[in-house]
C-alpha cells in the first residue's frame, strides 16, 4: 500500500511528467490558454492513460515477451485505438463533453506524455495493480500543471508584459518558473 | 532518385534543403518537437546524439512516405505515417544500442519518443506525401539538421553554464562555480525562453529598421 502511494505522489509532484520530464508539451502550451478547457483536456488525457495503462500491461505479459522488438509499434497501435474508442464513447454518453473537447480529443494520441507512460511502466517493471496508479498520478500531474500553467496565463493576460517577451517566449519563462516549483519536491519519498 | 535536370530545378531543390536549417527552423522558428528539445538538451553529446537519430528517422520515413504517397488512402495516412515512423525508430534504437550503449542508457526513453516528434509528423503530412523522393530526402535532411542545430545550441549553452565543460572536457577549472539549474529542468524551459526572446528581438529590430528605410 505504501509503495503504491509513492508511485501515485512521485507520477504527480516529485517526476511531474510535464515540468520535470517536458512530456506532453504541446498541449501544455497549446490548450493552456484556458483553465476550463486546460482542466477538461487533462481529465480526458488522465482516462487514456489508465486505458494505456491497463493494455501496455495485458501486452507486456501476454504477447510482447516473444516480440520484444515490436514493442514501440503495438504500442503506438494500442494508444491510437484507445483515443478512438475513447472518442466513440465520449460522443454517444456525453455529446456535450465531445463538443467542448473538439479536436483535441484526437490529438491526444501525439501526447508523448501517453506513450512515455508506457515505455516507462515497462522499464520499471510495473504490474497491473501499479502501472494503474502510476497511471493516475501522471494524469493528475499533467491535469495540475495544465491548471496552474492556465490560471498563470489567465492572470498574465491582465499583467503588462513587455510586448516583445508576448508569446511562446514568455510562456516558457512562466513554465522555467513553474518548473522550478516543483523541484522543491525532490527527494520527497526517496529518505 | 534522378539528378535535378535543370538549373531551375536544382535552385528549387536547394531551396528546399536550406529553409530548414535557419528561416524555418523547426525548434527557434516553428516551435515544434518541444519534449525532446528540452529534455535532452543537458548536455551537447546528448543534443547531438537524438538530433542525429531525429535527422535518420526523418529522412527515411519521409523517403518512404513519398514512395508510397500514391497507394495510401487518404483515411488512414496519419496511422500509417505513425506506423513507418515507428518502424525506423525501432531500427535507430537497436543501431544506437550496439553502437554506442552510453548514449542509448543516457537518452532512454526519450529515443523511443521520437515516434511522436510532432517535427517528423508534420513534415510528412505537410511534405513528403505530396512531394517526390528526392525533393522529400532534402527537405527532411535540411529540417533534421535545423533540428540538430538548435538542439547542439541549447544543449551545449546548458553544459557550459550548468556544468563549465562542454562535450565532457572541463572549461574552466575548478574556481568555477556551475550553474546547476541550467542542467535541470527549469534551466531548459528558461534557456529556450531566451533563445526565442533573442529571436523576436532581431526580428523587431529588423522590422524597425525595414519601417525606416521606407520613410
Request: aromatic share 10%; charged share 10%.
Amino acid at each position: 500500500m505504501k509503495e503504491l502511494v509513492w508511485i501515485f505522489l512521485g507520477a504527480l509532484v516529485v517526476n511531474n511528467f510535464t515540468l520535470s520530464y517536458f512530456l506532453g508539451l504541446c498541449p501544455f502550451f497549446g490548450v493552456s490558454g484556458k483553465l476550463q478547457t486546460a482542466f477538461r483536456l487533462g481529465l480526458a488525457t488522465t482516462f487514456v492513460m489508465v486505458i494505456t495503462a491497463i493494455a501496455a500491461w495485458a501486452l507486456n505479459t501476454f504477447v510482447l515477451v516473444q516480440f520484444p522488438y515490436l514493442r514501440l509499434l503495438s504500442f503506438i497501435v494500442v494508444i491510437a485505438s484507445a483515443v478512438q474508442f475513447v472518442e466513440m464513447v465520449v460522443k454517444k454518453a456525453s455529446p456535450a463533453l465531445f463538443a467542448a473537447l473538439g479536436i483535441f480529443l484526437p490529438l491526444i494520441t501525439t501526447n508523448c506524455a501517453i506513450l512515455g507512460l508506457a515505455l516507462f511502466q515497462t522499464s520499471r517493471g510495473y504490474g497491473l495493480l501499479q502501472g494503474i496508479v502510476f497511471a493516475l498520478g501522471a494524469g493528475g500531474g499533467f491535469t495540475l500543471a495544465l491548471a496552474l500553467m492556465a490560471s498563470l496565463r489567465e492572470e498574465a493576460k491582465l499583467s503588462d508584459v513587455p510586448a516583445l517577451a508576448r508569446g511562446t517566449a514568455f510562456n516558457l519563462l512562466l513554465a522555467g518558473i513553474l518548473a522550478m516549483a516543483f523541484m522543491g519536491f525532490a527527494g520527497l519519498g526517496s529518505s | 532518385m534522378n539528378a535535378p535536370s535543370s538549373p531551375a530545378e536544382a535552385a528549387r531543390l536547394h531551396a528546399e534543403f536550406v529553409k530548414g536549417l535557419w528561416r524555418e527552423n523547426p525548434v527557434f522558428v516553428q516551435v515544434l518537437g518541444m519534449c525532446p528539445t528540452l529534455a535532452v538538451t543537458n548536455s551537447a553529446i546528448n543534443a547531438l546524439a537524438m538530433g542525429a537519430a531525429t535527422t535518420a528517422v526523418l529522412a527515411c520515413s519521409s523517403l518512404l512516405v513519398s514512395l508510397l504517397g500514391r497507394f495510401i488512402p487518404a483515411q488512414v495516412r496519419i496511422s500509417t505515417y505513425v506506423i513507418v515512423i515507428a518502424t525506423f525508430v525501432t531500427v535507430v534504437d537497436f543501431v544506437l544500442q550496439a553502437i554506442l550503449p552510453d548514449v542509448h542508457k543516457e537518452l532512454g526513453a526519450f529515443l523511443a519518443l521520437i515516434v511522436v516528434n510532432c517535427l517528423i509528423l508534420g513534415r510528412q503530412e505537410a511534405f513528403a506525401s505530396k512531394n517526390p523522393p528526392l525533393a522529400a530526402v532534402l527537405d527532411a535532411l535540411g529540417m533534421g539538421l535545423g533540428f540538430l542545430f538548435a538542439l547542439l545550441c541549447l544543449g551545449a549553452t546548458r553544459e557550459v553554464l550548468g556544468n563549465g565543460s562542454l562535450f565532457g572536457i572541463d572549461l574552466f577549472g575548478p574556481a568555477f562555480e556551475p550553474w546547476v539549474v541550467m542542467v535541470l529542468p527549469p534551466g531548459g524551459f528558461l534557456m529556450l525562453g531566451l533563445i526565442l526572446l533573442l529571436f523576436s528581438w532581431r526580428l523587431q529590430r529588423r522590422a524597425a529598421a525595414a519601417a525606416e528605410e521606407k520613410r
